[in-house]
């Protein structure tokens, strides 16, 4: 008999984690203005919000945390971090930041100008705020492919070429990069191909157009290369990840997926010039040049963490997971972005509340739906993350309306992942009783989903 597949490592710590009643989860929720966001971590019982900063670090990482160096200046863990990188991506050039989001802060701070114009494979929505908080134009050039979630293509996080090099041909001197995300987390987690990457790399250089790679999950991007494109089986994920990095100008990058640690982020590049710009950033936001808002032992953790998870098991374990939860819910027959992404499982709120029209926001209401029946937090990827159009102010309901399940890095069991299905199936099975939504009763005027408060319909 072939022996079943099972997780490449084993358990030293563990946390408990509570049920609650459905009496309880009403009240909570009331109290939380139907935003999941505003409920207490306690209130949940498996918490798929998002698996950024809630992976579980391995004995390694914890290890290298007692080594940390906590000089203000020059500590070692600034170098170990520096050289980690450097073999991995082939940047010279690291500055460390606190999170991703800093380190789109203190780039585009040096590189968007008011009325630039930056294309991406789906910004995220960070990202998209850093550069409309600039007054610059953030326009997407995601393939049409990622739109029908029953469609199963094996690189739905690709570069519609075609439309980027209109945008590149139509404004010439005005597009300073272009951001291109591994995985592209906002169509589903979904990869992009490595002939992709050299494309979009090529065509933006023909442009003169440098390209920025948003790495958070460039680890599971690399999997999904090596397991699904021609020629790269062979390879492994190191040799894949230093590919995918040969022709980028800059990546930067949430340590909070990919590098499993539970704070950090960073910018890397080759460009001396933006190294040296983005440096006079880092100071007044970050901190200096060799910390970046960060302790000497997450440096360390960051280093251990990036060289763990380009291992191959490491992935395989983390995918699976992920693929296991998906099987699940086939059989049950409720729709998600396919095939499964590599860190998220993004139902198709729209195809299962038919009911609740667009306005009365169809993915918030199944969020709340599946935190009422079993205490399991999702989050909205859909209309109310979307926020208004910051010329018309009218509500974008033009993209997929998503509810997506994050699965924390080596924190839950695939029991846990049957319950989540279960619950989900339960909601699934009274799909036609559900027939109104939520309405807003305040938001903030950019990324609103954090805040806004809601009015059960
Ligand atoms: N880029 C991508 C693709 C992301 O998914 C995120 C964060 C960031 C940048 C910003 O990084 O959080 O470290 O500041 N995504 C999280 C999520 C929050 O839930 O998807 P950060």
């Known amino acids: 008999m072939e022996l079943p597949y099972a997780e490449s490592w084993k358990i030293k710590m563990i946390e408990p984690i509570r049920r609650s009643t459905r009496q309880e989860r009403e009240q909570w929720l009331k109290e939380a203005h139907y ?145 291109l995300t591994v995985t592209n987390n906002t169509v589903g987690g979904q990869p992009v191909s490595m002939a992709n990457i050299k494309a979009t790399c090529e065509l933006c250089h023909r442009y003169g157009v440098p390209v920025v790679m948003d790495s958070a999950r460039f680890a599971e991007n690399a999997y999904f290369i090596k397991t699904r494109e021609e020629g790269y089986a062979d390879r492994s994920i190191k040799e894949i990840v230093r590919e995918m990095y040969q022709q980028a100008d800059a990546a930067t990058m949430s340590c909070k997926k990919d590098a499993i640690v539970n704070i950090g982020g960073f910018i890397a590049t080759r460009n001396k010039d933006w190294f040296e710009g983005a440096k006079l950033f880092c100071i007044p936001f970050e901190g200096y040049v060799t910390y970046g808002g960060l302790a000497g032992r997450d440096l360390n953790a960051i280093a251990q963490g990036l060289d763990e998870n380009t291992e191959f098991d490491m992935l395989e374990t983390r995918i699976k997971q992920v693929q296991y939860l998906a099987s699940l819910l086939d059989q049950y027959g409720i729709p998600y972005q396919r095939p499964a992404g590599g860190h998220a499982i993004f139902v198709d709120a729209d195809k299962i509340l038919t009911h609740v029209p667009k306005e009365e926001f169809p993915a918030q209401t199944l969020t709340c739906e599946l935190y009422l029946e079993a205490g399991i937090r999702g989050c909205e990827i859909g209309y109310m993350l979307a926020d208004r159009d910051p010329v018309t102010h009218e509500n974008r309901f033009n993209g997929l309306d998503l509810l997506r399940l994050a699965i924390p890095r080596r924190v839950y069991t695939d029991n846990h992942m049957k319950v989540i299905a279960a619950a989900l199936k339960n909601v699934y099975d009274r799909r036609e009783t559900i027939t109104r939504g939520v309405a807003i009763e305040w938001e903030a005027p950019l990324m609103r989903h954090f805040t806004v408060q809601l009015r059960r319909l």
């Open 35 to 179: 935003n999941v966001f505003q409920l207490r971590a306690e209130q949940v019982y498996i918490d798929l919000l998002t698996d950024s900063g809630t992976g579980a670090m391995s004995d390694r990482q914890w290890a290298e945390m007692m080594l940390g160096d906590e000089s203000y200046a020059g500590a070692t863990s600034f170098f170990k971090l520096e050289a980690t990188i450097k073999q991995l991506m082939g940047f010279d050039y690291v500055i460390p930041t606190h999170q991703g989001r800093a380190a789109e802060n203190v780039l585009f701070s040096l590189l968007v100008k008011e009325g630039n114009i930056i294309p991406g494979n789906a910004h995220f929505d960070t990202t998209k705020g850093h550069i409309e908080s600039r007054h610059a134009v953030a326009i997407d050039v995601t393939t049409a492919d990622a739109r029908d979630t029953q469609r199963e293509v094996l690189f739905k996080g690709n570069v519609d070429l075609e439309r980027l090099e209109t945008i590149l041909r139509e404004n010439p001197g005005n597009v300073p990069f272009m951001v």
